[in-house]
C-alpha cells in the first residue's frame, strides 16, 4: 500500500538508522552515547567518593534552586501526561490501535506481563513507602497544617491516605506509560530502533540520528541510573534492616542505628551481583522468573495482613479512600503551594517540595527505564488494554498494598497496641516495626525473613530490568546484542552510586541527585507527549484515507 499523489499525508518515517561499531570494544553499540553517558556517570561516582563534602554542599544548593523553581513544571507536565494517557485509551478510534502490527499477539500472558510490569516499576518502593507514607501523612499533611485536622487522629487518616494514593496511583504509572507508548508504538508499528530517541521520531524525523538524538539517548541513560539508584537505596536500607531484626545488628547497625558502612558495601556485593547475573540471562528468562516469585510473595503477605493484622480496617479505608482520591484527584494533582511568607504557606509548600515534588522527579528519572521495560514486553497490545493494563491494575494494587499494611500500622497506633513503637522506627524499619507489634516473636522471625526474602526478588529484578534497559539504549534499540563487559560496567556503577552516596550522604543524597538528573528528562518527557499524540493522530488519519500507516502497509 502506497500513498496517493494528491494524498492529504505522507506515510510515516520507517527509518532511522543510528550509527553502531561493527568490531571492537564497543560492537554494537553507539559510541556517541555510551562513552559520554559512561563519563558522566564515572565522573559523578568520583565526586561523590573523592570530594564528599564538596559533592554534598553542591547538590543540596542545586537541588534548593531546581525544585522551588520547577515545581510548577512537574506539577503540570503530570497532570498533562494523566489526561493524555487516559484520553488515548478512551477514545475508541486510539484506543484500538495496536502497539505493534494489527496481526501480532502478546508474547507474554496477561499474569506475566502484569507480574513484570509491577516488580520492574515500584516493587521495592512499596515495600518501604507501604507502611512509611500513611504513618507520614497520618502525622503531618496540608490538611493537618492547615489546622483542619489534627495530627496522629482517627481523623488525620483519610486526608492522610489521600495523598497517599496520589503518589503511588494513576500519576507514576501514567508517567511510565506515556514514555513506553511513545517508544513501543513507533518501534513496533514503524519498525524503529527501541530507543528513547524513537519516541521523538514523529515530531523531529530524521535528525534523531544525529547529535540531538545521541543527547536524548544520553540525558535517559543517566536519568535510569539516578531513578533506579534511589530505589536500590531504598531497599538496601531496608533489607538492613530486616537482617537487624533477624538479630544480627551488631555490625549491620552503626550505635545511631543507621545502616553501617560495612553492611551497605556487603549488600551491594550480593546484591548487585546477583543483578548483574540475572541480566546476562536476558528478560525472557531471569527476569521473568524473579518477578513471577515477586507477585506470589508479595500476594501472600498481604494476605498475611488481611487475615491477621487489620483486615476489615484495611478493606474498609481502602474503598473509602478509592472514592475520595478518585473525588479529589483533579484538584490535589493541580495545586501547586507557594511560599507566601506565611508560616502555613511556608509549611504547605515545604511539604509538597519534600512529597509530591519529589515523587513527580522520581516517576520521571525512572520512566526511561520502566517505560522501556514495559514497551519491551508490552507489544502486540492495544493502546486501550496497555494503558489500563499499565496504569488502572498496578495502581490498585498499590492502593491494597497501602490499605492493608498502612492500615494496620494505623490502627495499632490508634488503639494503643504500638504504644508510638512503629511511629518511633525510621522509615525503613517501620514495616518491620508493624510485623513485631502485630506477631508473636517466632512468627515475626519467620515473616520477617519472608519479607527479607521478597526484598531480594525485588531489588535484583529492578536492577537487572535497568541494568538490561541501558544496554538497550547504548546499543541503538538492541536488546538481543547484548555484551557482558557492559552489562557489568553497568552494575558495578550502579553498586557504586548507590554505596557512595548511602554512605557518605546517606538517602536523601541519592535523592537529591536523582532529583537534578531528572530535570532534563522531563522536557524529553514533554516532548514524547506532543510526539505520541501527533503519532497517533496522524495514523488515524492514514488509516481514513487509506494511506500507509505501519511497516506491514508500507512494504505491501
Avoid at 521495592?124 to 504513618?135: F, R, S, W
Avoid at 527501541?194 to 539517548?217: C, E, Q, Y
Wanted: contains cysteine.
Amino acid at each position: 500500500m502506497s500513498s496517493e499523489p494528491d494524498a492529504p499525508i505522507a506515510p510515516p518515517l520507517v527509518d532511522l538508522p543510528i550509527s553502531t561499531a561493527d568490531s571492537g570494544f564497543y560492537d554494537g553499540f553507539s559510541r556517541e552515547v555510551t562513552i559520554p553517558a559512561k563519563i558522566i556517570v564515572t565522573l559523578l561516582i568520583i565526586w561523590a567518593i573523592f570530594f564528599p563534602v564538596n559533592a554534598a554542599d553542591t547538590l543540596a544548593e542545586v537541588n534548593s534552586s531546581i525544585i522551588r523553581e520547577f515545581a510548577g513544571w512537574y506539577i503540570y507536565l503530570v497532570a498533562a501526561i494523566m489526561v493524555t494517557c487516559l484520553a488515548l485509551a478512551i477514545v475508541p478510534m486510539s484506543g484500538k490501535l495496536k502497539i505493534g502490527l494489527e496481526d501480532e499477539e502478546p508474547e507474554f500472558s496477561r499474569l506475566s506481563w502484569f507480574s513484570m510490569l509491577f516488580g520492574a516499576g515500584i516493587g521495592i518502593g512499596m515495600l518501604t513507602y507501604a507502611v512509611g507514607e500513611p504513618l507520614a501523612h497520618f502525622s503531618n499533611n496540608p490538611a493537618i497544617i492547615d489546622g483542619s485536622v489534627a495530627a496522629r487522629s482517627a481523623d488525620a487518616v483519610p486526608s492522610a491516605y489521600l495523598y497517599t494514593f496520589l503518589h503511588w496511583g494513576i500519576a507514576a504509572w501514567a508517567t511510565y506509560a506515556l514514555v513506553g507508548l511513545a517508544i513501543g508504538y513507533v518501534a513496533y508499528r514503524r519498525g524503529l530502533p527501541l530507543t528513547i530517541r524513537s519516541a521523538l521520531a514523529p515530531i523531529f524525523g530524521k535528525a534523531m540520528s544525529g547529535v540531538a538524538g545521541h543527547f536524548v539517548d544520553i540525558v535517559a541513560v543517566v536519568a535510569t541510573l539516578l531513578g533506579i539508584a534511589v530505589t536500590m537505596g531504598l531497599g538496601v536500607e531496608q533489607f538492613i534492616a530486616g537482617l537487624a531484626r533477624l538479630g544480627a545488628s551488631d555490625w549491620l547497625l552503626d550505635s545511631d542505628g543507621s545502616a553501617s558502612a560495612l553492611a551497605i558495601i556487603v549488600s551491594l556485593v550480593l546484591l548487585v551481583g546477583a543483578s548483574t547475573l540475572s541480566a546476562l540471562s536476558g528478560v525472557g528468562k531471569g527476569i521473568k522468573w524473579l518477578s513471577n516469585i515477586n507477585l506470589v510473595l508479595s500476594f501472600a503477605l498481604l494476605a498475611l495482613f488481611l487475615f491477621v493484622g487489620s483486615g476489615l480496617f484495611g478493606l474498609d479505608l481502602l474503598v473509602r479512600s478509592i472514592w475520595n482520591y478518585v473525588v479529589e484527584i483533579v484538584p490535589t494533582s493541580i495545586t501547586h503551594f507557594t511560599p507566601d511568607g506565611s508560616a502555613i504557606g511556608d509549611a504547605l509548600s515545604q511539604w509538597q517540595l519534600d512529597w509530591t515534588i519529589f515523587y513527580w522527579a522520581w516517576w520521571v528519572a525512572f520512566a526511561p527505564f520502566v517505560g522501556m521495560f514495559v514497551a519491551r514486553v508490552s507489544r502486540g497490545r492495544t493502546i486501550r488494554e496497555y494503558v489500563l493494563g499499565v496504569i488502572i491494575a498496578p495502581s490498585l494494587l498499590c492502593f491494597v498494598w497501602m490499605a492493608l499494611a498502612g492500615g494496620t500500622a494505623i490502627q495499632l497506633e490508634l488503639n494503643g497496641a504500638a504504644q508510638g513503637q512503629i511511629l518511633a522506627a525510621s522509615i525503613s524499619d517501620q514495616l518491620f516495626a508493624t510485623l513485631s507489634v502485630m506477631l508473636g516473636p517466632i512468627a515475626m522471625i519467620v515473616v520477617t525473613g519472608f519479607v527479607v526474602i521478597l526484598l531480594i526478588t525485588y531489588l535484583i529484578t529492578s536492577a537487572d530490568s535497568a541494568i538490561l534497559i541501558v544496554n538497550t539504549i547504548n546499543g541503538a534499540g538492541e536488546s538481543e546484542g547484548r555484551r557482558r563487559r557492559h552489562i557489568i560496567f553497568w552494575g558495578v556503577a550502579l553498586a557504586l552510586i548507590v554505596g557512595s552516596m548511602l554512605i557518605l550522604g546517606g538517602i536523601d543524597a541519592i535523592r537529591v541527585t536523582m532529583i537534578i538528573g531528572a530535570l532534563p528528562f522531563s522536557f524529553v518527557t514533554a516532548l514524547m507527549l506532543v510526539s505520541i499524540i501527533k503519532a497517533v493522530v496522524f495514523d488515524l488519519i492514514r488509516m481514513h484515507h487509506g494511506i500507509a500507516a505501519t511497516t506491514d502497509d508500507i512494504d505491501a
